[in-house]
């Protein structure tokens, strides 16, 4: 499965950003999907992921409550939408497809991944 990660850009703290993720070559439900991010100089982190058909959700502590992962699988696509954004949300972030069936923190278990899209926030 291809992975293409969009919808970053430069925003206000406190503004909201949308992010998606397009899914190709295989369909979105196979897979559980995630979204990670990793900031200049630091390591990639856990931010959201999804079960396959979307009735469970996994959210970071950093995010919770301003955070929201969701899919649709009838249009290939996983969003993750961002509201009341900080200065220490800045990162490039990219989404990931993991073939199990377990919703999982760990990047190590997803298999495929998108090319990232920068998201900035100023403060």
């Known amino acids: 499965v291809q992975l293409q990660a969009s919808g970053g850009g430069l925003v206000q703290a406190g503004g909201s950003l949308r992010l998606s993720c397009a899914a190709s070559?295989?369909?979105?439900?196979?897979?559980?999907m995630g979204w990670f991010r990793q900031a200049p100089g630091k390591e990639r982190e856990f931010v959201a992921a999804?079960?396959?058909?979307?009735?469970?959700?996994l959210l970071a502590d950093s995010v919770k409550g301003r955070f929201t992962i969701s899919r649709d699988n009838a249009k290939n696509t996983v969003y993750l939408r961002m509201n009341s954004l900080e200065p220490e949300d800045t990162a490039v972030y990219y989404c990931?497809?993991?073939?199990?069936?377990?919703?999982?923190?760990?990047?190590?278990?997803?298999?495929?991944w998108g090319q990232g899209t920068q998201v900035t926030v100023s403060s």
């Open positions: 990931a497809a993991d073939s199990g069936t377990v919703v999982r923190r760990d990047s190590n278990w997803y298999e495929y």
């Open positions: 999804i079960s396959r058909g979307g009735g469970s959700t």
């Open positions: 070559g295989r369909t979105l439900s196979s897979y559980v």
